[in-house]
Structure formats: C-alpha cells, structure tokens
C-alpha cells in the first residue's frame, strides 16, 4: 500500500464517521426553533409562525364578552375562557393543528375599553413551548385605567419620593371604611 492510498482509507474513514455523528446526534436535520410573533389588534390576536401551533394559553385582563372564532375554531380546537381567571385555553383533543403560517388565531369580544393579554404559552405538536413574541398586548382605551402597582407605592401625592406628605394623606384617610 502506497501512501496515496492510505490518505484515501484515511479521508474515506474520517468521512464515515463524520457522517455517523450527523445521524447519531440530529445535527444534519436539526429543527429550527419553534416561534411564533403575536399581536392584540382590535379584539384579534394576530399569529405568524414557524411551526403548527398545538395549542396556547394566555390571560386576559379586562371584561370579556366572548372568546372564538379566528384559526383556532376553525382548526378544530376547544376554545375555553374562564371568565374568574381571565384565562383562556385552546387544543384539540384529536390532534388537530393551526397550521397556517400567518391570521387570525382566535378573536375576542370586549365588554370594556381596556384588554390587555399577559402569561403566554404556546405548544408545539412535540408539547414543547415557543418562543413569543408580541408586538402588542393591549387595546382600546388604556388611559382610563388605574395603575394599582406603581414603582413607588408609598408616593401618594406622585411627586417622586416618600415624605412627611404621603404619611399626612394616609393619615388624613385612615380609619376610613371602605364601600
């Protein structure tokens, strides 16, 4: 055996593992990540995504009149809203798929000004999570709506800090009875 040939066994040997190792590990097929982008318009959650969704969940702030419609209906999904919880719940007990690439995923009918759509989860058919997106979470007029938690809760009177004034306007309330 010349030494050409043994470079040969040698490329012809490094080639089979190397193609052994692309099988065994995945590598050569490897899926891409799975996202979705999803975005609150007008009473729609709006989806592109990368991969068939098997179902999603999210919880809606603000009132609620009804929840349907849009690609999850018309895939065939049980659409739940709990109306306490604010949650909302979409899948298919047969298995079935929102495979479409892009639309309407499933629309909702506001009773108030303000909806906002937070704690978001989205299957694969593997049951694993995407990775979301949303490009807006909110509709309607927002500005109505009071901020219960506030970066500086003890600042009463708004002016940026805690003083011997915000203790005076909690003061002047205390004892108060509720209604």
């Known amino acids: 055996m010349n030494i050409s040939q043994i470079h040969v066994l040698r490329l012809g040997f490094l080639s089979f593992v190397v193609l052994f190792l692309s099988l065994v590990t995945g590598s050569v097929c490897a899926q891409p990540t799975a996202s979705v982008t999803l975005d609150y318009q007008d009473g729609e959650v709006l989806f592109t995504a990368n991969q068939p969704i098997a179902g999603f969940q999210f919880v809606v702030t603000g009132d609620i009149v009804e929840v349907c419609c849009g690609a999850a209906e018309e895939a065939g999904f049980m659409i739940l809203y709990e109306e306490t919880t604010g949650v909302v719940l979409c899948f298919s007990m047969e298995g079935q798929t929102v495979s479409a690439p892009s639309g309407v995923l499933i629309q909702l009918a506001p009773a108030d000004a303000c909806v906002s ?11 694993e999570a995407f990775d979301v997106t949303w490009l807006s979470t909110s509709g309607g007029d927002c500005d109505e709506v009071v901020d219960c938690i506030s970066d500086c809760p003890g ?14 306007l909690m003061l002047a309330v205390f004892g108060t009875l509720c209604e």
């Not at 759509?117 to 049951?127: K, N, P, Q």
């Not at 600042?155 to 005076?168: K, P």
């Open 155 to 168: 600042d009463l009177n708004n002016d940026g800090a805690i003083t011997t004034s915000d203790v005076l």
């Open 117 to 127: 759509i937070d704690l978001t989860v989205v299957s694969t058919t593997a049951g």
